[in-house]
T-cell receptor, first 117, second 111 residues
Framework: DGGITQSPKYLFRKEGQNVTLSCEQNLNHDAMYWYRQDPGQGLRLIYYSQIVNDFQKGDIAEGYSVSREKKESFPLTVTSAQKNPTAFYLC????????????????FGEGSRLTVL | KQEVTQIPAALSVPEGENLVLNCSFTDSAIYNLQWFRQDPGKGLTSLLLIQSSQREQTSGRLNASLDKSSGRSTLYIAASQPGDSATYLCALKNTGNQFYFGTGTSLTVIP
């Protein structure tokens, strides 16, 4: 079955540590996104990538970093510079190029919950 | 900048009732509008997607409509069931390939 796999589902971090959240998709989608979700707030865009080896900052990129070395993978690192990292992180993907891109549909993974101890 | 609003933030209805969830947006230059369902602690599941040129989409007991001129979309749920209890979010993709999300409506269907 095609889909987006995020791991780990739960992650605990001590202050000062960097942690990396994994996002893998087998949908052959071009674009991948990382969102942060906090209670009572809408999804906020951290980073996005429309093609391999290229990515762009979103609205709240400070304290985060990403890489896009493979089409299928878009890992997110939460660095010690992120002052309030406790949140629910969602990875998403969509097709950007070709006829199938006409719908622009967005697909999500199951999310990763990060808690800072 | 596009602003997306979902009112009410929470809604409780008895089982069997038909209901409407609302999504308002400020900029009509959209590419599509997507309705999602989110269960507690889970990711977003796509329910319906309406292209800019369409007026509505249907899937089972769900019907989504789009009126760009008034900046509104509605999600109609027929014959609600306790299993429909979840948070429903709408999201817009604008013509610049950016996505904008509402904060969601938390629905509780009471048996």
């Amino acid at each position: 079955d095609g889909g987006i796999t995020q791991s780990p589902k739960y992650l605990f971090r001590k202050e000062g540590q960097n942690v990396t959240l994994s996002c893998e998709q087998n949908l052959n989608h071009d674009a991948m996104y990382w969102y942060r979700q906090d209670p009572g707030q809408g999804l906020r865009l951290i980073y996005y990538s429309q093609i391999v080896n290229d990515f762009q900052k979103g609205d709240i990129a400070e304290g985060y970093s990403v890489s896009r070395e493979k089409k299928e993978s878009f890992p997110l690192t939460v660095t010690s510079a992120q002052k309030n990292p406790t949140a629910f992180y969602l990875c998403a993907s969509s097709i950007e190029w070709g006829l199938a891109a006409t719908t622009g549909e967005l697909f999500f993974g199951e999310g990763s919950r990060l808690t800072v101890l | 900048k596009q602003e997306v609003t979902q009112i009410p933030a929470a809604l409780s209805v008895p089982e069997g009732e038909n209901l409407v969830l609302n999504c308002s947006f400020t900029d009509s230059a959209i590419y599509n509008l997507q309705w999602f369902r989110q269960d507690p602690g889970k990711g977003l599941t796509s329910l319906l997607l309406i292209q800019s040129s369409q007026r509505e989409q249907t899937s089972g007991r769900l019907n989504a409509s789009l009126d760009k001129s008034s900046g509104r979309s509605t999600l109609y749920i027929a014959a609600s069931q306790p299993g429909d209890s979840a948070t429903y979010l709408c999201a817009l993709k604008n013509t610049g390939n950016q996505f904008y999300f509402g904060t969601g409506t938390s629905l509780t269907v009471i048996p």
